[in-house]
């Protein structure tokens, strides 16, 4: 009866463990954020069963016959599982003392990491590092690990296809793009993941190479399987134009060919043959890299989605794009001080260093990174030195395990291909959920390749076969194991699920008027304290603000302020120091028009993130609208010098010292830019100053630029109007409706208006 249960509980956690590579196939299409809530939920469950079954079965086995052989599915220590466990341990430290404990532990809906996946992945570290047993240097050892690599490639390929259809244009790409994403839903993360899929490919291709070395007469047909397999996950790669990726791709290709052509020759079975081959397959690399570095300009390169997206590459690109600005922010924000520098300020914080240091130059990318873009920075940001040193010696244990084992040079070169391929991809994009499933799946795989070590107290049976051994685990271990499980799914899952299906439900709410209620975002909180709680803030801010601009009933209106007001209280209560808490709340006065309420919110906004121009361009409407003209001159004056090519900014300055009284002055710093009094912005500020004449001789000049703009035509209409020059406001628009015969019936209905004395909204 013992071994039978035995066995069905080890089926059972071999199952759970086979459907993890599928996971990334599903989307959860009711949810917020559904490609990456669905997976990521899918995996923390099916982990959080398969670990409570396995720890069972250990405590099943402890004492009996199997326990310490190679057929054990005991715990098994070596140094990789050591160094795995005090990753774990040094970024649980670094999150405890970080910035931000609650979002360091459970991340939100929009990344889904945080320590959870961590303490996840370690668990699927251990168990799927046990369950197979033998290492792979054994017979069993060998065949449960490539059947697993096989169940993965199998879902890799499926997923494949799915980028397929949608490079053929059979299927939409979720990005609006060209660049295929298939159910992965963003094209960087589906980039990694095919990375991964092609080397694993290519090493079973280079597996089934030597078992065709090793039994003479053994078909070709599994080495051309998986070596086609290898070229499909690689063209799908390809078709994600991820440069970071690609140029991964090509390194672990190269050091492949390499090391298989150079420490190749010390191999007894390798061929002269396929040494040449790899060889020649660096130099055609090498040939056509120059040959497109010479021809990056050309039409044909240009023209090409993939190919125009690598001719970008260049150097000096760091100093345009993103990335050139949060990664010197990250390493200059956490070297700030010894404690940072050593153990970081932990995960999902890198927002605190990027709105603390923010470069008023990157002011046209991106305004909320929430991370450096380069999963070695990351690392960094989250753990400190010591995180990241614990981070970077999972490569290297990984890499003296695979070259110390007793695997082909072939089978060596592809794995080390792989990492090399997966390291040159993290320089540049962080890590999503399937990438970190695949890496702690290649490091489980790795751990099988040295010996490791069973704890001596689960295999020691002096005193283990006892009636009160036997009592304690079917009463005591086994229910308060199976009592944590259905606790942790909870807590874990089931909890955050129902908020975020809640979060779904008052958005759709807020979508009519019929049914719009604060209810439901009061119901969506009520859970208490989840991962959920500031994404439903902020949507709330938006529900709120709509709702009180609309005609909707006073009370609805009252309602939502009240829940506003409360749920504000609260954020800043757990996010202080969050400058992002500070400018929604504060933007959402601020568009109902409580000016009062805003300034603070605002006010503190700026000083968390001083030199962030959006901010200081909110607060400056607040002071503006507040009669606090001085202050608001102040601000939009130094977001301007900031960043002196920030058309906003020039916009902006310009506008608010015509506003002020100061046209002089705006002129002189604007002397060689009179666009600039051209822009909207700028005229509106002479309409609000009254100044009708000036806006009227731009709106004239701008006609005659653009005669063809039935925007300019009701634009200087408007300000006819209100200038009280109703006849010259009906001879434009009788100008506008020969110019537009389709639009005249709403024009002469506007001019009817005008000349009854009424003044409409010019559209």
Known sequence: MNNTMNKVLKNAVIAGLALVPFIPLYVANPLFFPFITGKAFAFRIIVEIVFALWLILVLRERGTSVAGTDASIAPRINSLTISVTIFTVIIFVADIFGLNFLRSIWSNFERMEGWMTIIHLWAYFIVLSSIFGASISTMDGRKNWHRFL?????????????????????????????????????SAYMAVYMLINAFLAGYMACTAYVHKLAIKGSSNVFIWVYSVSAGFFSFIMFQTATRGTILGWIAGVMIFCFMYAVIGTKEKGQSNRSRTIAGGIIGLVVLLGILFY????????????????????????????ARGFIWPMAIKGIFENPKTAIIGIGQENFNYIFNSHYDPKMWAHEQWFDRAHSVFLDWLVAGGLLGLIAYLALYVLALIYIWRSDTSVGQKSMLTGLLVGY??????????????????????????????KIPGWLHDTKKLVSENYSTLRNYVFTPVIILALFSTLYLVNIRPIQANTRLIDALRACASAQTISADSFKKALSLGQTMANQEIREQMYTCAANVIRSSVAVDKKAEFYRLVNDETKNQIAVTPNDARTHIIAGGFYDSIQDWDNARPLLEKAAQLSPTKQTILFELALNYINSNKQKEAVALIEKAYLSAPDNRNAKIGYAAILISSGEEKRAREIFVDEPSVFADPGVINAYVSTKQFGKAIEIYKQLLKESPDSQELYSSLASVYILSKQDYLAIQTLKAAAEKFPLLKTQIDAVIKQIQEGKLPAMQ
């Open 423 to 452: 390291s040159i991809h993290n320089v540049f994009v962080f890590d999503n959920q399937t990438s970190y499933v695949m890496f702690f799946t290649f490091l489980a795989f790795v751990h099988s390749f040295k010996s490791a």
């Open 150 to 186: 096989n169940v993965a490639l199998v879902a890799g390929g499926i997923t494949a296809f799915y980028g397929l259809f949608q490079f053929f244009g059979w299927a939409e790409t979720h990005q609006g793009a060209t660049r295929v994403d298939a159910s992965l839903g963003n």
């Open 294 to 321: 010479f021809n990056r300009n050309a039409q044909w390169i240009q023209h090409n989605a993939v190919l125009g997206r690598l001719a970008t590459i260049s150097l000096s690109d760091t100093k345009t794009q």
